[in-house]
């Protein structure tokens, strides 16, 4: 059986403030900074998962600014 590589891309999306970035870089880097200071743009991190003796995961943490996620409605 051979190497099963698989990628996932996550977005982490939600009003600003609430904790996406420190929730990114706790699970990516096992880091924690207590100083806010707001995302601008998208900041990238990957976390690779050995899932099994096979299975490689791959995530690419997408940590997006927070951005207000307006619906428009047709009237
Ligand atoms: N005490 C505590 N502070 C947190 C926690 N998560 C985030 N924060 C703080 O809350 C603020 C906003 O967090 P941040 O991850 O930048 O939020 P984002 O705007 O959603 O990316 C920062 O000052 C963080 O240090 C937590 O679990 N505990
Ligand atoms: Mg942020």
């Given at each position: 059986?051979?190497?099963?590589?698989?990628?996932?891309?996550?977005?982490?999306?939600?009003?600003?403030?609430?904790g996406?970035?420190?929730?990114?870089?706790?699970?990516?880097?096992?880091?924690?900074?207590?100083?806010?200071?707001?995302?601008?743009?998208?900041?990238?991190?990957?976390?690779?998962?050995?899932?099994?003796?096979?299975?490689?995961?791959?995530?690419q943490?997408?940590?997006?600014?927070?951005?207000p996620?307006k619906?428009?409605?047709?009237?």
């Open positions: 059986m051979g190497q099963r590589d698989r990628m996932f891309k996550v977005l982490v999306v939600g009003d600003a403030t609430v996406k970035t420190s929730l990114v870089q706790r699970y990516a880097n096992d880091s924690f900074n207590r100083h806010y200071k707001s995302t601008v743009g998208v900041d990238f991190a990957l976390k690779v998962v050995q899932w099994s003796e096979s299975e490689t995961v791959r995530l943490l997408w940590d997006i600014a927070e951005v996620l619906i428009k409605q047709k009237s």
